[in-house]
């Protein structure tokens, strides 16, 4: 987060000002560093939409659903989501618990989940939910 933020402040004023004519220097091509600076965004934006929706690209694993869905490192299961026909049961820490808690997870194809508490015997009211997505990060940590 702190590349993008510094990318995104410092880095594309050093960037613009890197192109910058010297004084003794012919003066550049416009159409030159327009073409830079497109490519060097269209980089920047496919690298960022990668790195925020990977399983679109990598698919979707159970470790990488496992360290998306739990809400905790400390406390988060040691394997990751098991598959159950075409949804998922993954684990979070369920505070109140004092366990890990068992969640019926169902992806969509770029990687954002939905998550479900599968109810206990005797447990009343709604059930609990969760949601998100798999960002690069997840598959990155072990």
Known sequence: MYFWFGWLTLGILWYIGALGRK????????????A??????????????FGSRPAAVLGVDGDSLQHSVANSFVFAA?????????????????GGD???????????RVGCWQAVKERR????????R????ITLYDFLVP
């Open 23 to 34: 004084p003794d220097q012919p003066a550049h091509e416009p159409r030159l560093v327009a």
């Open 36 to 49: 830079a600076v497109a490519v060097t965004a269209a980089a920047f934006l496919a690298l960022g939409l």
């Open 78 to 94: 040691s394997s990751g989501c098991e598959r159950s026909g075409d949804s998922w049961t993954c684990f979070r820490w369920g």
């Open 98 to 108: 004092s366990s890990n808690v068992p969640y019926g997870v169902k992806v969509n």
């Open 121 to 128: 015997a005797g447990e009343r009211g709604p059930p609990e």
């Open 130 to 133: 969760a949601s998100g997505c």
